[in-house]
């Protein structure tokens, strides 16, 4: 990365310089280190769903949330220190972006932990999305882990998703204690709606890491997402066991929905392995997403009350290592929907009706600096 620092450290100057003069640069040499740093990371599909509804067969080149971004610290002596990112989605197949729309933060970290401000990914979220090796691409877990994806959300979108990254929150990291850390993040009620809502959510996780194992807990809960006087919540527990080559793990969720007509709930469960093979790996994950539950007569998100809302997927893959930073790989998946199941893929999804099975087969390149 000294490459990088150097042309981040050279750009900022300028623009200091531009600003303000011999100044400017005083104030950047004074500002501690730069990094710049990113994720190029997109694939050629071919997808398509079989079963009854409309014909879905197509090729495509799709984007797996690239990213742009600078990060940064100062010392501010005393052991405190200010922390602060900028991070960019770029789109490598239409050749847009959306500056500062993934993880942007400022704040302070010292021996107490870090706090910050600004849009990051939740929590809940971050507890356990390092244990699909397929995240966050087409396949990724989200199509029935937590019910669909909001890379870069408020209170009144996506307001089905358990996997956030979410605008206007402030999060606490505390440090880690005998491999056990928490993060806590509260979402600030902004939005109002014309109902009356005042939308606000809280997430947080417990996560132990020591001799290969990880051990985490984690839920978040949504205040009036759905309607007035409604609360939404997810719960899970995750485990990873890495032993020399293989990486295992496994997980369980329940999300449960309050809505206008009643409550709407659904278990699942995902295993995941990775095994080793030299310069690449073999992948492999597998979700199942048991029938909605409950009295409410709303579809929230992919799924809704009754038999034969339940679903699977399965996908399975290979990584080939070029370097250290670029990696080549392929993959395919398949979503197995009951007759009355709605679930998608998450990311690049392809509009489906009830009981058709969207498949997707993709080989791509990520790069990463």
């Known amino acids: ?66 990213v742009f971004g600078f990060r940064g610290e100062e010392d501010l002596g005393g052991g405190l220190k200010a922390v602060w990112q900028v991070e960019s989605a770029v789109s490598l197949d239409t050749g847009g972006g959306t500056l500062a729309g993934r993880d942007t933060r400022l704040g302070l970290a010292g021996p107490w932990g870090t706090l910050f401000a600004g849009t990051w990914t939740l929590p809940y979220t971050a507890s356990t999305s390092g244990f699909d090796p397929f995240y966050p691409t087409t396949a990724g877990y989200m199509s029935l882990m ?5 890379p870069s959300t408020d209170h009144l979108i996506d307001t089905s998703s358990f996997d956030r990254r979410q605008r206007n929150q402030v999060q606490y990291w505390s440090p880690a204690w005998h491999g056990l850390s928490a993060r806590l993040a509260h979402g600030l ?18 996560t132990w890491e020591g001799s290969g194992l990880t051990l985490t807990a984690a839920h978040e809960r949504h ?21 020399g080559p293989a990486r295992l793990a496994a997980m369980v ?41 409950g009295d409410a007569a709303e579809t929230v998100g992919f799924f809704r009350s009754g038999a034969g809302t339940g679903a699977s997927q399965l996908t399975v893959g290979y990584e080939h290592e070029l370097s ?16 009355a199941a709605l679930y998608d893929f998450a990311i690049n999804e392809l509009g489906i009706a009830p009981g058709q099975r969207p498949r997707v087969l993709a080989l791509g390149l990520r790069h990463q600096f």
């Open 1 to 66: 990365m000294k490459h990088s620092r150097r042309h981040a450290a050279a750009a900022l100057a300028l623009a200091g310089a531009a600003a303000g003069g011999a100044g400017g640069v005083a104030a950047q040499e004074s500002a501690g280190a730069v990094t710049l740093y990113g994720r190029l990371n997109t694939a050629v599909e071919h997808v398509g769903a079989s079963g009854e509804g409309p014909s879905l067969s197509a090729s495509r080149l799709s984007n797996y949330r690239s």
């Open 146 to 150: 937590g019910n669909g994806s909001a």
């Open 189 to 206: 009620s902004e939005e109002r709606p014309d109902d009356g809502r005042r939308p606000r959510l809280a997430s947080g996780s417990l």
């Open 223 to 243: 205040h009036e997402y759905q309607a007035p006087d409604t609360r939404d919540t997810a719960s899970k527990l995750g485990v990873a066991y890495r032993a």
């Open 253 to 293: 969720e329940r999300l449960r929905y309050e809505t206008a007509t009643g409550t709407l709930r659904r278990n699942a469960w995902y295993l995941s392995a990775v095994v080793r093979l030299g310069a690449g790996s073999l992948r492999a994950g597998y979700t199942r997403a048991g029938d909605g539950r």
């Open 324 to 339: 250290k930073r670029t990696a080549v790989y392929a993959y395919a998946s398949r979503i197995a929907n009951e007759r």
